[in-house]
């Protein structure tokens, strides 16, 4: 009997240093692990010990006799992935990590961003070093998408933030919660308050579409519509168009499978998760039978991960619809398809695709549309969205790479409600250098450099040092990485004395802004959530206004 790694891995790699036969893949230094979409256990050489399951902070690992039906085909996904990969140890204990000597005191660092990639790097540091940690949010609330981007019928995913939580207990982190940097305190005083400044603050814009009625109303990022339905404060008083039959995602990646799902799942089984009450109220009177999901590439370069394709098998009362004809594959996808170098999830995305185009839909049900090789051109209508026109594609080869063209044939579709679901993008943090380019914070290794030298005692984390890739896990080894290099400057004495301690940082935020949220606050708010969730069987009953959180934190 072995362990099988499932749908929720979070790719953080907790996992891997615990196996004591090393048989988890792949592991952070090999080159297959940045673009992984999950871990796998090889079944010939597991021992059956659960040093991984006790490990894994979203439970996405279970023994393969207790795999449940909507789980079972991960057994052949972990197989398969070592038919291609076969396991080759030369397995090194991992050295431990660098700590400061005592005698250089207590290291103080400022944290601005309470998300994943900020908590990371808090439980690096509060793992490493004699530390006093200072965390900022504008929200009055921490976990950043955890909380607010993370579909609420993931429910194991959100699972991360109760080991963050366990984490951070001791007073040496602190929270600063409804605290805005750059308002309440500028950048220059959390340098004069600390050692260092770790910028986690993601990557909070969206992308365009630059097409034609993109202005129009019906037309939305699929960023509001998820902050929406997980009730984040500054989201929670839109309103989205619900009232047409038919909804229209641009983009293919596990966004844009998030908001197909909430959009035509049962209502019902949305009331058993954590997802906003408006929302929810919204969801019931919703028309949508229909989300047409468009993607401007192939089946085979399709941006979402095929745990999550997957998943649509186990809708209840949806059909996944794909028409054969957008399966025929051109000559290169084919070869990339037929290559044994591919990885096996190139292969599993198009099996599942053919899989479903083969199933007849039941008309009683709604319906997930996937169409490739489509490109919005424009979106329809004088004072609202009434449909949207998008060109066929073709992929051609250019510089070795497959990019999609335009053949000159158009389509429309009509809709009153089209969610863009094409990427997010930084944006610039005051007093540090940007990359307008690459819409990042210009950083080596997290290290913050400007005109190529480091700006002392300036350091990011997460989006907004590599740009929005990656999982949730992806930030702990990204972590890591920013932490030891902080570590490295604090014990090489190239970080400046604070001027100021943790006592009149307390004093000068308290005046600065009477609604501040501490550690004290922020508990109250979750007892609150949670005792109203258990009331109603649900996870936790969310505040979704400023107002309401605030008041709660009292």
Known sequence: MAYVITQ??????SCVSEC???????????????????????????IDCGACVDACPVDAIFSEDELSASLARYRDINAAWFRRHPLESNYDPIPAPVRP?????????????????ACYAADELLRRSDVEVEMFDRLPTPWGLVRAGVAPDHAGTKAVAD???????????????NVEVGTHIDHAELLAHHHAVIYAVGASADRQLNVPGEELPGSHSATEF?????????????????SGE?????????????????????????????????????????????????????????????PEFLALTHLRGVDVIIDP?????????????????????????????????????????????FRYLATPTALLGENHVTGIEFAHNELVEEGGQLVARPTGETETLDTALVLRSIGYRGVPVANLPFDEQRAVVPNEDGRVVDGGE????????????????????????DAEQTVEHLIADFIAGRLAAPTAGRAELQALLAERQPDLVDRKGWKTIDQQERTAGKAAGRPRVKFTTREALLKAAE
């Open 20 to 46: 004591p036969v090393d048989c988890i893949r792949p592991t952070p230094d090999q080159r297959e692990f940045a673009t992984a979409e999950m871990l796998h256990i090889d079944p010939d050489t597991c």
């Open 246 to 306: 038919r909804a229209v995602i641009v983009g293919n990646g596990n966004v844009a499978l998030d908001v197909a799902r909430v959009l035509t799942v049962d209502p019902d089984e949305l009331a058993k998760t954590d997802i906003a009450d408006h929302a929810l109220d919204a969801l019931r009177r919703s028309n949508i039978r229909e989300v047409v999901v468009l993607g401007r590439r192939g089946p085979l370069q399709a941006a979402y991960s095929s």
């Open 226 to 242: 998820v902050a929406w339905y997980n009730g984040h404060p500054d989201f929670a008083d839109r309103a989205f168009d619900l």
């Open 325 to 369: 004809a957008d399966l025929e594959l051109d000559p290169a996808s084919r070869a990339l398809l037929d290559d044994p170098e591919s990885e096996p999830s190139v292969a599993l995305k198009y099996e599942l695709a053919k899989e479903y185009s083969a199933v007849a839909p039941n008309p009683d049900n709604k319906r997930i549309v």
């Open 8 to 13: 929720r891995c979070c790719n953080d790699a």
């Open 454 to 477: 480091p700006v002392p005692g300036v350091y990011v984390s997460g989006w907004i040092k590599r740009g929005p890739r990656g999982v949730i896990g992806s930030n702990r080894l």
């Open 163 to 177: 080991m963050f939580d366990s984490a951070f207990r001791r007073e040496t982190l602190q929270y600063y919660l």
């Open 101 to 117: 000597p005592k005698n250089l005191g207590t290291l103080r660092v400022a944290i601005v961003g309470a998300g994943p990639a």
